[in-house]
């Protein structure tokens, strides 16, 4: 027997896709949510935030809130106003066709699930290092976030691996809290623009590491240093530090749309202005999946909400036609 067509379909679980929950099942469309699944890294149900311990900058929670109990907090309201939660990740999509079509797990035969319209959630995840140390430490002095976490280092020495716009604006705003940032540089030049780079060198608090790799995260509760290799000379050295700030790029989890929604030259989903509309009617994206400039909770949550309604309001017109 085929499946119901769902009215709304949430691909993601993070703060976009339970924002975007909530108010479509307040909207009684009564929404489908695939929130992925444990074992996936591109798309862990409830998104970066249950990698992440304190959050002191989501309004509400003026104590702070750890990032897992803000996401369970956000599934349960979604749940209380009669969303549908399942735990599967989504392996194929077909938005040719209307009712839109999605399969789950693999399944090569007919669709899971048919929804007449799909929002889009499925987030985006920093490029990590690659070392046996960043699962165990995230959040333990190792991030990806300067804006989130840099407050908890005041007058502490941590450093930051990259060479772009984006290492160094987190590094002149972590400035602003410890007490010297140290860019670990692979090269012995910088990628960012001329602006940015001046300045980092101009900032007396800012020191650079150059011909540098990270060979090793030293700490086993908190991150206590890390282990360098000198690109040239292969030379290995110690740098003591409190805190690791990893910016070497984000990478947007849409495989699962190429050739179907349109994209930027990263691979990030392109909306209408102020809008969360896709080059596909009926298809809406909110959260880091089409943002990448602020990859904020907040922001995302607040998308989460312009998707949904959007979202309501086509699904109005289209049963009115």
């Not at 994206?285 to 309001?313: H, N, P």
Request: proline share 4%.
């Amino acid at each position: 027997m085929p499946t119901p067509t769902h009215e709304v379909i949430i691909i993601g679980s993070g703060p976009a896709g339970l924002t975007a929950a909530i108010y479509s099942a307040r909207a009684d469309l009564k929404p489908l949510i695939i929130e992925g699944e444990p074992s996936s890294t591109s798309d862990q149900p409830g998104g970066q935030l249950m990698l992440t311990t304190d959050v002191e900058n989501f309004p509400g929670f003026p104590e702070g809130v750890m990032g897992p109990d803000l996401m369970a907090n956000m599934r349960s309201q979604a749940l209380r106003f009669g969303a549908e939660i399942i735990t599967e990740k989504v392996s194929k999509v077909n938005f040719s066709n209307h009712p839109f079509e999605l399969w789950t797990n693999n399944s090569t035969d007919e669709p899971t699930y048919t929804a007449n319209s799909v929002i889009v959630s499925t987030g985006a995840r920093s490029i990590m290092l690659g070392l046996e140390a960043e699962n165990r430490l995230i959040g333990h002095g190792l991030s990806t976030c300067a804006t989130c976490d840099g407050f908890f280092f005041r007058d502490q020495e941590i450093a930051v691996v990259g060479g772009g716009d984006s290492a160094l604006e987190e590094a002149i705003f972590l400035s602003r809290f410890a007490s010297k940032v140290t860019i670990i540089h692979r090269r012995d030049e910088l990628r960012a623009s001329k602006i940015m780079q001046q300045r980092a060198l101009n900032n007396s608090k800012i020191s650079f590491l150059w011909n540098s790799t990270v060979e090793e995260i030293i700490g086993e509760e908190k991150v206590e240093g890390v282990t360098l290799n000198n690109t040239l000379t292969g030379e290995k050295s110690s740098l003591n530090i409190s805190g690791l700030f990893i910016a070497i790029g984000h990478r947007p989890n849409t495989d699962l749309f190429v050739d179907q929604l349109t994209m930027d030259e990263s691979g990030y989903l392109l909306t209408g202005a102020d809008r969360s509309t896709t080059n596909i009617e009926g298809v809406f994206a909110c959260g880091d999946v089409q943002d990448q400039r602020y990859r904020q909770a907040i922001t995302a949550a607040g998308s989460g909400c312009m998707a949904a309604l959007d979202a309501e309001r086509w699904l109005e017109n289209f049963h009115d036609k």
